[in-house]
């Protein structure tokens, strides 16, 4: 299994330019989310999952879309792309309640 | 809106000491994550506790939680430098089930000295 994968690690974006980070998991987990990490601020909840066809927003929501087609993937756009919005993003998955979540590697996003 | 917060954010320590490693949260739950991450790279799961009185060891930490007091730590015995990390404390306020909806800490950078 390659677990969490996240696709590209590293991307350099122009302010205004859109764009979508993928995400995928190979383990059928159910549940799925987007954080973002910034330096000194831990990691923030985007958008999460519960299922395909279930999406809902997190505590930084804004300047993102996502949806939920497959179990599989679980793709972040940026609609807009602003310099606050450089960040790394990491994905993550779980199967069940009472469990730790899987996170991906991450993607690191410069907005210029 | 839940609140977690780690103290210290900085660690620098000696091998051979002892420290503990200290995430209070703001509203009830009864299951609390402990995750390492190393530079650049991605988080590491250390401890699932999942209820009151929960007591997780792994090699030189371990984990407890207090749900009454909300407050979990970890407690690091007899460091050694590949300790070294940032470590983060994540309360999981999931309504369904499989840790979708996590709250951070803000990390604890321990930093492990010869």
């Known amino acids: 299994n390659a677990g969490v994968t996240q696709t590209p690690k590293f991307q350099v974006l122009k302010t205004g330019q859109s764009m979508t980070l993928q995400c995928a998991q190979d383990?059928?987990?159910?549940?799925m989310s987007w954080y973002r990490q910034d330096p000194g601020m831990g990691l923030r909840l985007i958008h999460y999952?519960?299922?395909?066809?279930?999406?809902d927003q997190g505590e930084v929501p804004n300047g993102y879309n996502v949806s939920r087609s497959t179990t599989e993937d679980f793709p972040l756009r940026l609609l807009s792309a602003a310099p606050s919005q450089t960040s790394v993003y990491f994905c993550?998955?779980?199967?069940?309640?009472?469990?730790?979540?899987?996170f991906g590697q991450g993607t690191r996003l410069t907005v210029v | 809106e839940l609140k977690v917060e780690q103290n210290p954010l900085f660690l620098s320590m000696q091998e051979g000491k002892n420290y503990t490693i200290y995430c209070n949260y703001s509203?009830?739950?009864?299951?609390l994550y402990w995750y390492r991450q190393d530079p650049g790279k991605s988080l590491e799961s250390l401890f699932v506790l999942l209820s009151n009185g929960a007591v997780k060891q792994e090699g030189r930490l371990m984990a407890s939680l207090d749900t009454k007091a909300r407050l979990s730590t970890l407690h690091i015995t007899a460091a050694v430098h590949d300790l070294s990390a940032t470590y983060f404390c994540a309360v999981d306020m999931s309504s369904k089930g499989g840790s979708e909806k996590l709250v951070f800490g803000k990390g604890t950078k321990l930093t492990v000295n010869p």
């Open positions: 383990m059928n987990h159910e549940y």
């Open positions: 509203t009830t739950s009864d299951r």
């Open positions: 999952s519960v299922g395909a066809g279930i999406t």
């Open positions: 993550a998955s779980g199967y069940r309640l009472d469990t730790e979540a899987f």
